[in-house]
Nanobody, 125 residues
Framework: QVQLVESGGGLVQAGGSLRLSCAAS????????MGWFRQAPGKEREFVAA????????LHANSVKGRFTISRDNGKNTVYLQIDSLKPEDTAIYYC??????????????????WGQGTQVTVSS
């Protein structure tokens, strides 16, 4: 079992940046593949980025490539999502997710077993 707590969301103007954090408690963090997803009002949850347990495999959704960067610090049990050049359409609740796996990264929400409570990102135009 792992508990996930996101932080770092907020209200920001278009063009700004945020760094989201997801702190994990529980067992060996490096055994968990991690992902970030987001859900905007009235829309389905969508994949944003994923990273393998070691950090050696990273995936980003095409819609965020070049603006979003996922990373992790296994010594701090934390995964990050750096978000640059924010757009109003990035407004959503951002969730981190985890599953046991050290060598792979996953892009489907139903492949993850553990979820955080989410952090709100609101981008004003």
């Amino acid at each position: 079992q792992v508990q996930l707590v996101e932080s770092g969301g907020g209200l920001v103007q278009a063009g700004g940046s945020l760094r989201l954090s997801c702190a994990a408690s529980g067992r060996t963090f490096s055994n968990y593949a991690m992902g970030w997803f987001r859900q905007a009002p009235g829309k389905e949850r969508e994949f944003v980025a994923a990273i393998s347990g070691s950090g050696g495999l990273i995936l980003h959704a095409n819609s965020v490539k070049g603006r979003f960067t996922i990373s992790r610090d296994n010594g701090k049990n934390t995964v990050y999502l750096q978000i640059d050049s924010l757009k109003p359409e990035d407004t959503a609740i951002y969730y981190c997710a985890a599953r046991i796996s050290s060598g792979r990264a996953y892009i489907k929400a139903n492949e993850y077993d553990f979820w955080g409570q989410g952090t709100q990102v609101t981008v004003s135009s």
